[in-house]
């Protein structure tokens, strides 16, 4: 099981960073994804991070603004969010794939976190 945390309350152009630790597994030997559902939207790919190398993957729309890095010390992987924007408002979850390949299809996870929600003011 996973769980993802950090999420709150920020203010456009602001920043967060979430969290997404495992109580059962260790993560170094997983590749793992954020993704974020939007109310009324299908669930989409954020981000990436393979085990093997720490190979990174973003959406387009997130590119050189959020950052995924993982700390296998403290079995955490993080996504750092800067310049937030309304649109970024969603819940965040957090998913393991034990292949070394990193996904944006979430249907290649296996393991997925509870999700923290995001909320961007304008």
């Known amino acids: 099981q996973l769980q993802a945390s950090g999420g709150g309350l920020v203010q456009t152009g602001g920043s967060l960073r979430l969290s997404c630790t495992a109580s059962e597994r260790t993560l170094d030997k997983y590749s793992v994804g954020w993704f974020r559902q939007a109310p009324g939207k299908e669930r989409e790919f954020v981000a990436a991070i393979t085990w093997r190398d720490s190979t990174t993957y973003y959406a387009n729309s997130v590119k050189g603004r959020f950052t995924i890095s993982r700390d296998n010390a403290r079995n955490t992987v993080y996504l750092r969010m800067n310049i937030l924007k309304p649109d970024d408002t969603a819940i965040y979850y957090c998913?393991?794939?034990?292949?070394?390949?990193?996904?944006?299809?979430?249907?290649?996870?296996?393991?997925w976190g509870q999700g923290t929600l995001v909320t961007v003011s304008s």
């Open positions: 998913a393991a794939n034990p292949a070394s390949y990193a996904s944006s299809e979430s249907r290649r996870y296996d393991y």
